[in-house]
């Protein structure tokens, strides 16, 4: 049974937010998330992949302890990916300091969120895509919440969406789609009237496997 397989059959994990503090300080970041397209990747060992990072922002809901996490919609007229979802994130600037202060930085930009907003819980290993890119995810509570200025360039509209429900496998489907000449290949979850695919469920699926694997 192959690792999707083990996943979609996999029973869904409820985590408070000390758990996944835990859970993330024992995980070995330098696994990487396997990508279901991988068979598609390149042979060609002088390919420089692009490092990029996004933030995973979950916000703890007072009213009832509920857990939420951030997604954006890109913006309907971008070149690439345009009205996708997507967790706040970009390229990584040789001037930055770090992954996280990428992460941190283009979240600022896209929806107005400071870096003093939020509290560092960890970090995945890579995600790495067929179209050039190693994206570095970083996980952050989001401590105080403030009004969203959204960056109509880069976002659409936002969607704040329960951590429980994006970390119970059974809401997730397995799909292999012709495009051109080849076959991709993908997780995808929706909730209400989002739709989550590609590389952004492949991460919440590294985020599964790694809560998963390290709190029990």
């Known amino acids: 049974m192959s690792d999707i397989e083990q996943f979609l059959q996999a029973p869904p994990i409820d985590l408070n937010l000390d758990d996944i503090r835990a859970a993330l300080d024992k995980a070995?970041?330098?696994?990487?998330?396997?990508?279901?397209?991988?068979?598609?990747?390149?042979?060609d060992h002088d390919l420089q992949y692009q490092s990029a990072a996004v933030l995973i922002p979950i916000w703890r809901e007072p009213k009832n302890d509920e857990l939420y996490v951030l997604l954006t919609q890109r913006a309907l007229h971008m070149r690439n990916?345009?009205?996708?979802?997507a967790f706040?994130?970009?390229?990584?600037?040789?001037?930055?300091a770090s992954m996280q202060y990428t992460a941190l930085r283009e979240t600022l930009e896209?929806?107005?969120?400071?870096?003093?907003?939020?509290?560092?819980?960890g970090e995945l290993g890579e995600y790495c895509t067929i179209s050039g890119y190693c994206v570095k995810p970083i996980i952050a509570e989001m401590t105080r919440r403030t009004e969203l200025s959204l960056c109509k360039d880069e976002v659409h509209s936002v969607h704040w969406i329960p951590l429980r429900y994006?970390?119970?496998?059974?809401?997730?489907c397995f799909t292999e789609k012709k495009v051109?000449?080849?076959?991709?290949?993908?997780?995808?979850?929706?909730?209400?009237?989002?739709?989550?695919?590609?590389?952004?469920?492949?991460?919440?699926?590294?985020?599964y496997q790694t809560l998963a694997d390290n709190s029990r």
């Not at 896209?110 to 819980?121: H, K």
């Open 81 to 85: 990916h345009p009205g996708q979802m």
């Open 88 to 96: 706040p994130g970009g390229k990584h600037d040789p001037e930055d």
């Open 166 to 172: 994006l970390l119970t496998p059974q809401n997730y």
């Open 180 to 207: 051109g000449a080849i076959t991709r290949s993908f997780l995808e979850i929706e909730y209400k009237e989002v739709r989550i695919w590609g590389v952004t469920a492949g991460i919440l699926y590294g985020l």
């Open 110 to 121: 896209e929806v107005g969120l400071s870096p003093d907003c939020f509290d560092l819980l």
């Open 28 to 43: 070995p970041y330098a696994q990487q998330i396997h990508n279901p397209d991988e068979s598609l990747f390149t042979n």
